[in-house]
């Protein structure tokens, strides 16, 4: 939803979880390799979908050969650097003031990516309840193909990895934009108006009315009480520091 609302205002361009960011200083083989090739054999349609003039499968195809073309024109010392990302996306988007990807994995490389000043992390965060409850509902149905369900397929498990991705937030809230998730979608004035600020844009130019609140409380309905009581167990503590609970 924060991609979808980001995309909105006409100087922003976000793509969906190309990973881009997650090898910084790697030799561009090995950077092609789990970036590019990753993204060009799963998952290419969802990369610019839904995104100003980057809308269909051949516009997310030639999204990454464009990009892979200017990595490879600008990654001097056959390395990636953040300022070979940033030229390569400003030569492809040259619309574009802020660029950037969103992709969930990026919370738990936080400590490496809030450590570079030209980078802008913005971090939304939501009731942890709410969280297990949508988690496990892709769990059991769109993702239970996926390698990756069978981390995620218990309310334990989902718990634990929200306490995890608060503690890399909290560690590097000097360096990011941390966002509630309710605030944004219940009185999304005043965060947008810190969202303009931080990436130094207007923001008037982001259109509110793609925001939905109608996931706010759906553990109400999904969960059971031994549910609710190992989410109270792992994440009680910090769901209270944050006043979720």
């Not at 009315?209 to 759906?218: A, K, P």
């Amino acid at each position: 939803m924060l991609r979808q609302l980001m995309n909105t205002h006409p100087e922003v361009m976000l793509t969906m979880e190309f990973r881009n960011f997650t090898h910084l200083g790697a030799p561009l083989p090995r950077y092609a390799e789990r970036v590019l090739w990753h993204k060009w054999t799963r998952d290419v349609v969802s990369l610019t979908h839904g995104a100003p003039r980057w809308r269909s499968r051949p516009d997310g195809a030639a999204f990454v050969l464009l990009y892979a073309l200017g990595m490879l024109l600008s990654s001097r010392g056959g390395r990636v650097t953040l300022q070979s990302i940033r030229s390569t996306l400003h030569t492809i988007l040259p619309w574009a003031r802020v660029v950037g990807d969103k992709y969930p994995g990026y919370i738990y490389n936080l400590d490496r990516l809030a450590a570079h000043p030209e980078l802008k992390p913005i971090v939304i965060f939501r009731d942890c309840r709410d969280v297990v409850a949508s988690v496990l509902d892709m769990a059991r149905t769109e993702w239970k193909a996926t390698p990756f369900a069978q981390s995620l397929n218990t309310t334990r498990k989902v718990a634990d990895r929200w306490v995890e991705a608060i503690a890399f937030q909290e560690r590097n809230t000097e360096r990011i934009l941390a966002v509630p998730y309710e605030g944004l979608v219940t009185q999304p004035a005043p965060v947008l108006t810190r969202l303009g600020s931080y990436l130094g844009l207007d923001p008037a130019g982001f259109q509110a009315q793609v925001l939905r609140s109608d996931s706010i409380g759906r553990h109400r309905t999904s969960l059971t009480d031994e549910d609710l009581r190992i989410i109270d167990e792992v994440a009680g503590e910090t769901m209270r520091r944050l006043g979720d609970h």
